[in-house]
Nanobody, 125 residues
Framework: QVQVKESGGGLVQAGGSLRLSCTAS????????MGWFRQAPGKEREGVSC????????YYKDSVKGRFTISRDNAENTLYLQMHSLKPEDTAMYYC??????????????????RGQGTQVTVSS
């Protein structure tokens, strides 16, 4: 049974940093593009970042460029999101997604395969 599990969320002051991790089991990790989307209460979900399967091409939402870095360790079946200079508007539930999409873009994921339960990120002002 495939499991996708996020960790690393928490409460941090504005300007602080967090690193989210996502581990996936019972799947061939490097068959999937991986990424994060977030959803705040009363708002639509938005794609934050993704990383393609093999060569590791990445995509970032404009509002997080220069502050967030996505990476993956295919040997460990783990995805990371390093977040710096956090802002109150980054507050949301962050979800890890494995997708069949070959490419990352603003419309990722078009073919979501698996999703975790989410980890809460709260940034206080």
């Amino acid at each position: 049974q495939v499991q996708v599990k996020e960790s690393g969320g928490g409460l941090v002051q504005a300007g602080g940093s967090l690193r989210l991790s996502c581990t996936a089991s019972a799947l061939t990790f490097d068959d999937y593009s991986m990424g994060w989307f977030r959803q705040a209460p009363g708002k639509e979900r938005e794609g934050v970042s993704c990383i393609e399967r093999a060569v590791g091409i990445t995509y970032y939402k404009d509002s997080v460029k220069g502050r967030f870095t996505i990476s993956r360790d295919n040997a460990e079946n783990t995805l990371y999101l390093q977040m710096h200079s956090l802002k109150p508007e980054d507050t949301a539930m962050y979800y890890c997604v494995a997708a069949w999409d070959a490419y990352c873009s603003g419309s990722w994921p078009l073919m979501e395969a698996y999703r975790g339960q989410g980890t809460q990120v709260t940034v206080s002002s």
